[in-house]
């Protein structure tokens, strides 16, 4: 089958997590940072696109003062599943990091090498602290270890979508977290 072949969207699909199992977890991790970082005017830099969802839900559940931003790194070539392991920076900072706490809000964790790689871009430009909050996190697949300071939930390694994931820029919109079944 290949990938245009996908039927929209459903049937393909089984549910990993529920909108409501999402909420509460956001819920939870809204919770350890504002004890973290209350007082701290943090930045929350969002590795686009996949963290799109997930960051708007973040801020809203955490309700203190905070900064966003937004880089914009791409390692998945169209059509594919597993990351090429080279990332390009499409979209680098605007403003300074010197001397802030930056938080980093990714979607999902898989091999670990666009938060290695993003970890890095940061340091260079001596912020405060940098810790990483990461709503999925695919252990299994980790090739380059990475800190995950805040954590949605563990998954199993089967390619997901939702919840800002996709798969060819697909299926982003849906609400829950999903696993494409591989085969019919
Ligand atoms: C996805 C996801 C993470 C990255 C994780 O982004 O949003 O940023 O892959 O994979 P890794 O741990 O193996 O590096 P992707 O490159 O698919 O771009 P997107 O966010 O625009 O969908």
């Known amino acids: 089958m290949t990938r245009k072949d996908i039927p929209l969207p459903q049937p393909q699909m089984e549910v990993l997590f529920t909108p409501g199992d999402i909420q509460s977890a956001i819920a939870r991790l809204a919770q350890e940072i504002r004890q973290d970082y209350r007082d701290k005017n943090p930045v929350l830099l969002g590795v686009l696109k996949g963290c799109f969802v997930f960051m708007s839900d973040l801020v809203r559940a955490l309700d203190m003062p ?3 931003e937004f880089m914009s790194v791409s390692s998945y070539g169209p ?3 597993e990351s090429s392991g080279e990332i390009r920076v499409v979209q680098g900072l605007r403003g300074t990091i010197r001397d802030r706490h ?3 809000v990714e979607d999902i964790v898989d091999t670990g090498i666009t938060v290695d790689f993003v970890l890095r871009y940061l340091r260079r430009r001596r912020p405060a602290s940098v810790r990483v909050c990461a709503l999925f ?4 697949r980790h090739r380059v270890d990475v800190p995950i300071d805040y954590l949605g939930f563990s998954i199993p390694d089967r390619f997901v979508v939702g919840y ?3 798969f060819d820029e697909r299926f982003r919109y849906l609400p829950g977290l999903y696993c494409l079944k591989e085969d019919d």
């Open 66 to 68: 905070l900064e966003i």
């Open 102 to 104: 930056v938080l980093v």
């Open 137 to 140: 996190d695919k252990a299994a």
């Open 164 to 166: 800002g994931l996709d």
């Open 79 to 81: 059509g594919r599943t």
